[in-house]
């Protein structure tokens, strides 16, 4: 921050600083979940409920309250909900209904009266736990889905898009995925359902290949793989992502997408080659190749990240390396 002592003016520049890992490691994470002011309250007091949705700043969306109507005296901001004063009558479970083009999530949080206390509770109904929230290609990875109200309930795991791995073991509300892979990589649904209602919350799994190892064993030619340009290229730059199909595939179908998202609008696609020119970093995310031969279907997918082009400023940092570890 610099302050002119004559005009009074201030003016401030930041940098951002990444320590990079010295291991490639992939993540756990929700897509999207809520996040309470407070887990216990008592009546009278207000509650404000922030839906937080991973990585799409453009999504919509929209509150309601299943089984009823939202309380009168309810605020909506943006991603917020505020219920001003607590009371009985505002018991029940509040949903976030997030809308991205056509693909729609939700997550829900319950507000019940504490057992053996007048004070109310927030939780959500169904929740997934993760053995880690990081995970390495070669290990394993356990989810358990958590039910609020377990009594009568049916658990049942799918991924979301494609059938789940081969090597999946489920037993009861558990998943385990056994020495885990960058195909496993995807977005895994736990579903409850009940004589009441029926609820999904999902985590999204991502595997990264282990530095300095094979894709694919020694002669082994895998049916389909993506050819770039480069993965990470500064903003303005154009973007090639071509899917390499194996002539053991005859007469494919390629269809191009992006995960969780839609394309970029100046995208082009010329047979197997996708084109992003002048890519920025909202163009950044997972994009796939989707191979179609009569009923069997392959994919391929690659992490794009579009590093932004910093603007000239009236001040300015300087380090004395750009890469810390």
Known sequence: RVTDS???VVREASIVITVHSSSKTSGVTPPLWIEPSSLSLVPGQALDLNCVVAGQSSATITWYKRGGSLPAGHQVS???????RLSPADLGEYVCRVSLDSLTREASVLISLARSSSTFGVAPPVSIEASSSAIAEGQTLELDCVVARPEQAMVTWYRRG??????HQALGTRLRLVKVSPADSGEYVCRVSSDAASHEVSVLVTVQQQEGSPTFPAGVIPPVRIEYSSTSLSEGHTLDLKCIVAASVPQAKVTWYKRGGTLPASHQVSGFLLRIPQASPADSGEYVCRVSHGSAIHEASLLVTIKAVGVTSPIRIETPSAVIS
Not at 78 to 84: D, V
Request: charged content about 20%; proline content about 6%; cysteine-free.
């Open 6 to 8: 004559d005009s009074g």
């Open 78 to 84: 943006g991603s917020h909900l505020r219920l001003a």
């Open 162 to 167: 494609e059938a789940l791995p081969a090597h």
